[in-house]
């Protein structure tokens, strides 16, 4: 068994109106390889992953992807952020966001959980 560490960080919440359209944001200091989860009535869902395809034109490549037409990735090279873009928020879509970055081989980061709920 390898060891694999896990860090991770605060929780905000983002209350939002059914069928809104919401951008989650993760910040990504240069790590190639990320992944949404979402966790809901006890359930961790992968959203979608992906790594960078070239490093020299950093473009993200997906790789998994649960529901193409709701769930997108938005990259922000100003902001060296990706952006999980939901399309039309449903009661399914609420529960706790979490971005997940690779950091070598055997780290996983965790951004800020975002608690996604109807105002």
Do not use: P
Not at 48 to 55: H, V
Not at 56 to 70: A, L, R, V, W
Not at 76 to 84: E, G
């Amino acid at each position: 068994l390898s060891t694999q560490h896990l860090m991770c960080a605060a929780t905000v919440n983002m209350s939002v109106q059914q069928e809104q359209n919401v951008s989650l944001s993760c910040y990504l200091n240069s790590s190639s390889e990320m992944a949404w989860f979402r966790l809901s009535s006890e359930k961790i869902t992968l959203l979608i992953s992906a790594a960078r395809g070239n490093l020299q034109k950093k473009e993200f490549i997906t790789y998994y992807n649960e529901d193409e037409g709701h769930f997108r990735l938005e990259e922000d090279r100003r902001l060296d952020s990706i952006t999980l873009a939901i399309a039309g928020v449903r009661e399914s879509d609420l529960g706790l966001y979490y971005c997940a970055l690779a950091i070598g081989a055997k780290t996983m980061r965790f951004g800020t959980a975002v608690r996604l709920t109807f105002a």
